[in-house]
């Protein structure tokens, strides 16, 4: 059965760096675009950013410069090193695997999450 597992999250100061992991099993990891996402109370889940390709990245305006992506395809994970936090960055963040179909259409799966806490 599929399984995205995050870990990495936790407690940090503004300004400060934290690297999130995700482990993927149960899909072929080479055909799924691996992504992070992440959500606070009373908002929607939004995007943060993903790999388009193996080596392609994709990120949200709010976080571009700040956090990179990468990945090790033999133990099927992916990373999100996360720099200059700033407290708007808290929220609980979700590893995503989406596989398309089509340039518009997709099946995806999610992790459980893991709370990213940015306060001084």
């Known amino acids: 059965q599929v399984q995205l597992v995050e870990s990495g999250g936790g407690l940090v100061q503004p300004g400060g760096s934290l690297r999130l992991s995700c482990a993927a099993a149960?899909?072929?990891?080479?055909?799924?675009?691996m992504g992070w996402y992440r959500q606070t109370p009373g908002k929607q889940r939004e995007f943060v950013a993903t790999?388009?390709?193996?080596?392609?990245?994709h990120y949200a305006d709010s976080v571009k410069g700040r956090f990179t992506l990468s990945r090790n395809n033999a133990e099927k994970t992916v990373y999100l090193q996360m720099s200059s936090l700033k407290p708007e960055d808290t929220a609980v963040y979700y590893c995503?695997?989406?596989?398309?179909?089509?340039?518009?259409?997709?099946?995806?799966?999610w992790g459980q999450g893991t709370q990213v806490t940015v306060s001084s």
């Open positions: 149960g899909i072929d990891f080479s055909i799924y675009a």
């Open positions: 995503n695997a989406r596989r398309y179909s089509s340039a518009i259409a997709y099946r995806q799966y």
């Open positions: 790999f388009t390709t193996d080596i392609t990245t």
